[in-house]
């Protein structure tokens, strides 16, 4: 039985970080899967560390590895963090503000396993897929930022700005290296680099949900990173 490491990057997600490692765990114990959660802590003043290691005490340090930093290092880095302690031969990347819900872990697995793939990752513009709790002006916003990405980009994957995904292990780590992008470019860059290199990669249907708490790390900067990031990948790729 393959071992699949989930890694769980964090930032001021103390309410957030009990309700998703109990559903991680439900779904994995459900179907038996054999599995692990890296939480990737990077200095949450909200006390979400604290909040990690109690849930440590509880399920066991087999299934909650702590591997935290002392500050915000972004999403690349925590991937590269977080791998070097993984010990399963499948990396799980998922959003730890209950946006993604595990119970779509089992499709990603299913998918793999009968495909062989190299990557799978979670869309929310097929069939099956979609958006819950955004506002109208959101969702416009997202759906002409993958339109725009589809078009100079052509990565072959629908949902290109998605973080829901399954990676081989060694998938993950040739990736990562190659990858110069930060914060919500990363993982277009990801999909792109994944293109380049030929590697297999299959799509799920997920239902997004907005976050219950905290707040939203999506702001103005976020969005110009987004169009800086976009034409360079379009400039040289």
């Known amino acids: 039985m393959p071992m699949y490491s989930i890694l769980l990057p964090t930032y001021n997600e103390k309410e957030n970080l009990p309700i998703i490692i109990w559903l991680i765990d439900q779904t994995m114990t459900k179907h ?51 791998l070097k302690h993984a010990s399963g031969e499948f990396i799980i990347i998922m959003d730890a503000d209950l946006s993604h819900h595990p119970k779509f872990i089992p499709q990603f697995i299913k998918l793999q396993a009968e495909k062989d793939l ?10 099956g897929g979609g958006v819950y709790g955004w506002d109208l002006k959101r969702k416009v916003v997202s759906r002409g930022a993958n339109l725009l990405t589809q078009i100079l980009l052509r990565p072959g994957v629908s949902d290109l700005t998605g973080s829901f995904r399954l990676y081989k292990k060694e998938v ?26 030929s590697f297999s990669i299959g799509e799920v249907p997920i239902t997004f949900v907005d976050r219950f708490y905290g707040e939203s790390k999506l702001g103005a900067n976020e969005i110009s990173g987004f169009v800086k990031g976009l034409l360079y990948l379009f400039a040289t790729t």
């Not at 299934?63 to 935290?68: N, T």
């Not at 979670?122 to 069939?127: C, D, E, L, P, Q």
């Not at 993950?172 to 290199?197: D, H, I, P």
């Open 32 to 82: 038996d899967y054999n599995y692990e959660v890296i939480i990737i802590d990077d200095g949450s003043p909200d006390g979400t560390l604290e909040v990690a290691r109690q849930l440590q005490s509880i399920y066991g340090s087999d299934k909650i590895v702590l591997r935290p930093r002392e500050k915000k290092l972004g999403l690349g880095t925590a991937y590269i963090h977080g």
């Open 118 to 127: 190299d990557v799978v990752t979670g869309t929310r513009y097929v069939n």
């Open 172 to 197: 993950l780590g040739t990736l990562v290296k190659s990858c110069v992008s930060k914060g919500y470019v990363f993982q277009m860059e990801m999909m792109v680099r994944a293109r380049q290199n």
